[in-house]
């Protein structure tokens, strides 16, 4: 971990100790540190220290995110621990969310009011993400443009505002960063479910092969609909939202290779990286286009 990347740990920690709370305390310990590209891309796009107590409030707002998210996936496993929810139930893992949601907000009243606003209004449509991505569950859905629509409010929307905010505090173009961001945060989110069907749990830290069986018709499952017909296009529908045996998550991925579908979606996420990218290169600060281009490429290639 970087020197700087270390600051914003401990400023995590800082704020999380600061709540004087026992019972908060003794629920953070068992949480690991994630990839924190969050925190990278603010890092990266904003050179002075003042960004770390953004970071680390972004961070929070992240981990509340996924607090509550999985309750509702109903997951046991995150960042190779086990999950709040696994260890202490429920109702600990949503008031723990909460009680991050609010420290976070909390800090949020030191910066600028345009920072607090861009990234209050984020967590407001994070949130609205998440209920329609339970929304959408019930039955499967082949319409793409929804699906993106739903992946930029859950996940797209609070990497933007990272972006935003880093690039308002170091006085770049912030609206170029946020198309960046926007894009980058969206074709994250494709690397996620395709990461879901192409990697095992021990590699992800997380449970592997599962969002079909949750009701998400991720855009894997949305091509590979569109490739398939008749008998077999109904066997992959009837799959849907069930927990599927060995022998049927055999017959899945050997129709995603037949159709190349893992293939065809990770062009969309390069596509989709491609626009956030061209609105970076005319950024009056090539150290940070040029690291910017770094994060990007890397993500689509990573493994978990
Ligand atoms: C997980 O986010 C949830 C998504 C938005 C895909 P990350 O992949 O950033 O999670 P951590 O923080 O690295 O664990
Ligand atoms: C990630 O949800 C989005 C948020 C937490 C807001 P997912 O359910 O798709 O992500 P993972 O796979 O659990 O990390
Ligand atoms: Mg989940
Ligand atoms: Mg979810």
């Known amino acids: 971990v970087s020197d700087r990347l270390k600051k914003v740990q401990d400023k995590i920690a ?3 100790a600061n709540l004087g ?3 908060s305390s003794k629920l953070f310990a068992t949480i690991e540190h994630g990839k924190m590209l969050r925190s990278k891309l603010m890092l990266k796009i904003c050179g002075s220290d003042e960004v770390i107590p953004l970071c680390a409030v972004i961070e929070l707002i992240h981990l509340a995110s996924l607090l ?25 893992a949503v008031m723990f969310g909460d009680i991050l949601y609010s420290k976070a907000f909390y800090e ?16 407001n449509t994070l949130s609205i993400g998440e209920l329609e991505d339970v929304a959408m569950s019930a039955i499967f859905n082949y ?3 929804k699906y993106l629509s739903m992946l930029y409010k859950k996940t797209g929307v609070l990497i933007e505002a990272s972006c ?19 894009s ?17 749990e021990a590699t992800l830290g997380k449970p592997a092969f599962g969002d079909f069986a949750e009701g998400k018709s991720t855009l894997p499952y949305i091509y590979l609909s569109r490739a398939l017909q008749g008998e077999t296009r109904d066997k992959l529908l009837s799959l849907f939202g069930k927990k599927c045996s060995a022998e049927e998550i055999g017959w899945l991925k050997d129709k995603f290779a037949e159709f190349e579908t893992i293939t065809q979606v990770k062009a969309t996420a390069m596509d989709i990286t491609n626009e956030g990218l061209s609105a970076i ?14 994060i990007a490429k890397l993500q689509i290639s990573r493994k978990f």
């Open 14 to 16: 800082d704020m999380v």
């Open 21 to 23: 709370d026992e019972n």
């Open 68 to 92: 509550h998210d999985d309750v509702i996936d109903n997951a046991d496993l995150r960042r190779k621990k086990p999950t709040v929810n696994a260890l202490y139930g429920d109702r600990s």
């Open 108 to 123: 949020l009243t030191f910066f600028d009011p345009f920072i607090a606003r861009v990234v209050a209004s984020a967590v």
């Open 143 to 145: 319409d793409e443009a």
């Open 164 to 182: 935003i905010a880093a690039g308002f505090l170091a006085g770049l173009d912030h609206e170029k960063l946020g198309v960046f961001g926007k």
């Open 184 to 200: 980058l945060g969206v074709a994250f989110q494709i690397v996620d479910d395709i990461l879901d069907i192409t990697e095992d």
């Open 281 to 294: 290169k005319h950024i009056d600060n090539e150290v940070v286009s040029a690291t910017l281009l770094e």
